[in-house]
């Protein structure tokens, strides 16, 4: 078959705008020194939380740069973003070599930089890509305030509490590492887990816990079986709401009675997976650069989907109140865009 010179020009047209954009978008970061900013962080006693969740971004690529905006135009049009979260592979393919790498530019700091993601914190976890590099750098860069001051990485694990309800914490997110996985290690951090949700703790009306992979995945890597043996038992019996991840290069959204609820949003800028629909409990998946957005109050826990064009492709809700299995409980409000073919 021969194909026709107007399609072979249109095509070399796109990829050649395509690469200039990129190396221009390459340069800006390159060249640009963040500043600290005074940094935007949600009130103790707000009653409102929202927040952006993405991983396997950090590319310095187009589709990187396309997400960022989809982001900062989301965060303009809905008026309310307390902060994001960073799912791991923040620096693709071997991490970065210290606090003053010049990655922190191109790949985070000036890649996020609009009106709005420029003064709110990024709260991070490692990636198998950051890991390969030196990740100890990407917590102190954390600890030093380094840059603009919005990169939050204080440790392997730790915690963070957001908004207040009824004089308890809105919300309390656990982030882990999910890349050592020792018995050792995971014991420290299933305690650590247990810890933070127990009964003697300061009770949340929502829990979540974030790590770079998943448990449950209907795409390219399957499930993390080390982490449905160690993690998901300390998460079933302290109630954990939502478990967040990447790792996979797209969107989902799995529910099984009994267990959190799985969103997977790895569609941050990398090269994107496939999603198997034969899934057990995969309510959403598609194979898209983008990201997830969660907001909650005292009632109702939102998740919503977007593109890389900021168009919301699904919205699922949950109530606090509602004490039937998981798969009842949430409830689809809008549904799924059909892609063009």
């Known amino acids: 078959m021969v194909v026709p010179r107007k399609i072979i020009v249109r095509l070399a047209l796109f990829v050649g705008l395509t690469v200039v954009v990129t190396l221009a978008v390459i340069a800006y970061c390159q060249l640009s020194t963040p500043q600290p900013v005074a940094l935007a962080v949600p009130s103790a006693t707000a009653a409102r939380i929202s927040f952006f969740a993405l991983g396997d971004q950090g590319t310095a690529q187009f589709d990187q740069w396309r997400v960022a905006r989809s982001m900062e135009n989301v965060a303009e049009k809905t008026g309310d973003l307390d902060f994001v979260i960073l799912l791991g592979d923040n620096f693709y ?21 609009g009106t709005k993601l420029a003064t709110i914190p990024f709260y991070s976890v490692l990636g198998n890509n950051d890991v390969r590099g030196n990740g100890e750098a990407q917590i102190q860069y954390s600890r030093d305030q380094a840059g603009s001051g919005r990169w939050q990485m204080p ?18 997110v ?10 050792e290690n995971m014991a420290k951090q299933v305690r650590f887990i247990a810890e933070a949700f127990a009964p003697s703790a300061t009770q949340a009306t929502w829990r979540i816990v974030v790590a770079h992979h998943p448990i449950r995945n209907a795409g390219h890597h399957g499930e993390t079986e080390a982490l449905v043996s160690t993690l998901l038992p300390v998460l079933q019996k302290y109630h954990v709401d939502l478990y967040l991840a990447g790792h996979d290069h797209d969107q989902q959204l799995i529910v099984r009675d009994g267990e959190p609820y799985y969103v997977i949003s790895g569609g941050g800028g990398q090269s994107l997976h496939m999603v198997s629909k034969g899934q057990e409990g995969l309510l959403f998946g598609k194979s898209k650069h983008g990201f997830a957005r969660t907001v909650v109050d005292s009632s109702r826990m939102a998740i ?11 919205r699922y809700a949950v109530r606090r109140s509602c004490r039937e299995a998981a798969s009842a409980c949430l409830k689809q409000t809008m549904a799924p865009t059909t892609d063009k073919e």
């Open 304 to 314: 919503d989907f977007y593109d890389d064009d900021g168009k919301m492709a699904v």
């Open 174 to 183: 656990v982030f882990v590492d999910s890349n050592n996985l020792t018995p």
């Open 155 to 172: 440790g392997h694990y730790y915690s963070k509490d957001f908004g207040l309800d009824n004089g308890h914490p809105l919300l309390r």
């Open 93 to 113: 393919r071997d991490g970065i070599q210290s606090t003053e790498d010049r990655q922190w530019n191109w790949k985070f700091e000036n890649m996020y930089s």
